[in-house]
């Protein structure tokens, strides 16, 4: 699937995740779009006392801000895939759509 045959919404989590991951020069960048269609992006945090991934943060961000489902989340990674983490924090979510993006934008799964 291309950037030309996604919509608008879901092409916009993908450039968000890659502009968080990119300005934070982090290993990955995420992306959320809430029930509402509010959007929230996020790289991941590695302390030495927390290590969340990015789809972990981004959808601890939208929980925080009332968030009640998810229609999308995005993950921009070097990686494979996502972690298990990663999906089961989306669909507790209620899910909706993941997508996998190379760190140049490219998607690898939906």
Not at 67 to 79: G, H, I, K, P, Q
Not at 93 to 107: C, F, N, Q, W
Request: hydrophobic content about 45%; aromatic content about 0%.
């Amino acid at each position: 699937m291309s950037d030309a045959t996604l919509d608008a919404e879901d092409n916009k989590i993908i450039v968000l995740a890659r502009s968080a991951r990119a300005r934070n020069g982090a290993a990955e960048g995420a992306a959320v779009r809430d029930e509402t269609g509010r959007t929230y992006s996020a790289t991941n945090v590695a302390l030495p006392s927390l290590t969340l991934s990015a789809l972990q943060v981004a959808v601890a961000m939208a929980v925080s801000s009332g968030a009640e489902s998810l229609e999308a989340a995005a993950l921009v990674t070097a990686a494979e895939g996502p972690a298990e983490a990663d999906v089961l924090a989306v669909r507790d979510l209620g899910g909706g759509r993941l997508l996998v993006a190379g760190p140049d934008g490219t998607l690898r799964q939906s």
